[in-house]
Structures are given as structure tokens and as C-alpha cells.
């Protein structure tokens, strides 16, 4: 079983300006004269994380990440009462990966995603495809509306008891993704902070469920929560900015870019249909169902198929 590259520290960080108000923080990590590797995280709003550097060897590799607009150490926060997310869509994001591979001298690049990140992966690269190598994404996410429908209803059938505490103060006019999502831009800062623990309680039974080991230590800190929250129920209110079932038709684009999907059978958060649609969609895919795994790339399984793909798409350079 393929195991996890030893934790590494960036050599070159820094923060870029888009030119309307934000300042996204970047880090490359790994060979400099490397294969460009792109990781784009989950959420939307979790940020990129040290574990992430670890799927790629850093010999052969340049591996670079982003805090995607509003999160992480970008600027400005989303915890922030003043912090406007108007200007932050998928589209946003897609012109801030361009942004980032000109300002890097990137030719093309490698792309990782995880969960939402999968999503955002895919935008990019039916819109740009000249831009992008190869994929390798895991807990495959389009973001469509039958999506964020199960996530915010439909586990309701696996977690009963969860699902009432989550919805117990709901009016009976408003389903709950946009009562949380009202809750979560109130001008009280005490509402919105105690909506962000309530949102994250209702996604802790799933998770939980996929790591017995325990939720992300970056769930220990409110501002975190907070920012995460915000950013998941503005993206999922506004459908992600995407017709439903877009990224699905629009993967004839990605005929010729070598992609590989890794997914737990039981994956409750991003079921597996989605990732044999998106297989079915894509000619040339691989799908790897990964057995007795769900949702976390902290499964041991999960992270052996990641670092196995990596390795794996390094053989289309060489040709």
C-alpha cells in the first residue's frame, strides 16, 4: 500500500492580489523545477492543509496551494462581519486559478481536489482544459442541486436524531439551508456564531461516522467554523453558480486529459453515483472504488489510492 510522502515545508509563499479587494495566499512546496502540481481544497471555505503537501513526491513535483477566496489565510476573512462575499463564486475562483498560473509561470498543471474541491477542479478545467495536464480527484462532488438537497435533507434517513437537533428551531416555511444561510449573515454576532456551531454539529455525524478517530482539529476553533460555514451556505444557496448537472455534460471537454477517481464505497457526504456519473461522462477516466471507506481522506485506504494516482500520472510525462 502506497504511504504518505514525509511532511515538508513550503519553499516560496506569498499573497496575490486580484485587483478587487482580495489577497489570496499561495505556498509551493517540493521541487521547484518540478511538475506542476495544483491542490485545490474542500468546503467550499476549509483552506488548504499540510496534509495535502503529502499525496506528491517532492522530488518530481512542484506542489502548490491556495486559500481559495474568503478562508484560510487569505484576505479578506469571512468570519468578518464586514467581509462581503459578493465577490466570491466558482467563476471568482476559476479566474483566480488563472490568476495564480500566470503569476507562477505555470504552463499547465496537475490538478488535485478533494470533495469540493473536485467540484471547483472540474470547472476549471472543462472551461480551460489547454491549462490542465492531468486530474486526480477524490469524494467526487458536482455541486448540483440533488447534491446539496442530500446534504442538507437527505442523510436525514442515516441520522435521525442529529437531523432533529440541526432543524428543532427551523420555522416550518424555510427548509434549512436557507435559514442557516440568513443565520450565518445576521448582524449579530452571536447568531451567526452559534448558527456556524449548529451547521457544523449536522455535518459531524457523517464525518464522524467516516473517521471514528475524531472531527478535524480545525473545527476546534470558532473563527474557523465561522468562516467555513459562512462560505458553504453562500455557495450552496446560489447553487454553486452552476446549472444543474453542468460539470456532467460539459465533461466531453475533458476527453484526453488523463483523470483518475477515487472513491469510498461508502461515502455518505458525496455518495458514490455521482463519481460513475462523472466516470461514465468522461471518456478515458479511471474510477478506483476504494472498499470499506467513506468520505475522509484520512482513511488509510483513501490516502494509499491518492498517493498511487499521483505516482501513477507521473508514466504520462514520461511518454
Request: charged share 20%.
Amino acid at each position: 500500500m502506497a504511504e504518505l510522502f514525509p511532511d515538508i515545508e513550503p519553499y516560496d509563499h506569498g499573497m496575490l492580489d486580484t485587483g478587487d479587494g482580495n489577497r489570496l495566499y499561495w505556498e509551493c512546496c517540493g521541487n521547484p523545477d518540478g511538475i506542476p502540481a495544483l491542490v485545490l481544497h474542500g468546503g467550499p471555505g476549509s483552506g488548504c492543509s499540510t496534509g495535502a503537501r503529502r499525496y506528491f513526491d517532492p522530488s518530481v513535483y512542484r506542489i502548490i496551494l491556495f486559500d481559495q477566496r474568503n478562508c484560510g489565510r487569505s484576505l479578506p476573512n469571512a468570519a468578518d462581519q464586514d467581509c462581503d462575499l459578493f465577490g466570491n463564486t466558482t467563476w471568482h475562483l476559476v479566474a483566480d486559478i488563472e490568476r495564480l498560473r500566470a503569476y507562477l509561470g505555470v504552463d499547465r498543471f496537475v490538478l488535485f481536489g478533494n470533495s469540493w474541491g473536485t467540484t471547483l477542479a472540474l470547472a476549471y478545467a472543462e472551461s480551460q482544459p489547454r491549462n490542465v495536464a492531468a486530474m486526480v480527484l477524490a469524494g467526487i462532488t458536482t455541486t448540483r442541486r440533488s447534491e446539496i438537497d442530500w446534504l442538507c435533507t437527505g442523510m436525514a434517513r442515516f441520522f435521525p436524531r442529529e437531523y432533529a437537533d440541526f432543524t428543532q428551531s427551523i420555522p416550518d416555511d424555510l427548509a434549512p439551508l436557507a435559514y442557516y444561510h440568513g443565520l450565518l449573515n445576521s448582524t449579530d454576532p452571536a447568531e451567526r456564531q452559534a448558527a456556524a456551531v449548529a451547521w457544523h454539529r449536522w455535518e459531524a455525524a457523517s464525518i464522524l461516522l467516516a473517521d471514528p478517530n475524531g472531527l478535524p482539529r480545525r473545527w476546534a476553533d470558532a473563527r474557523y467554523l465561522l468562516t467555513r460555514a459562512r462560505i458553504v451556505t453562500h455557495y450552496f444557496h446560489h447553487d454553486a453558480w452552476l446549472s444543474d448537472r453542468q460539470l456532467l455534460q460539459g465533461a466531453a471537454a475533458l476527453a484526453g486529459i488523463p483523470g483518475i477517481l477515487i472513491q469510498g464505497r461508502f461515502d455518505l457526504e458525496a455518495p458514490l453515483v455521482t463519481a460513475w456519473e462523472l466516470h461514465q461522462s468522461w471518456p478515458g477516466s479511471e474510477l478506483v472504488i476504494v472498499e470499506n471507506a467513506a468520505h475522509s481522506t484520512d482513511n488509510a485506504g483513501i490516502s494509499a489510492e491518492i498517493v498511487a494516482a499521483t505516482a501513477k500520472i507521473l508514466h504520462f510525462f514520461k511518454k
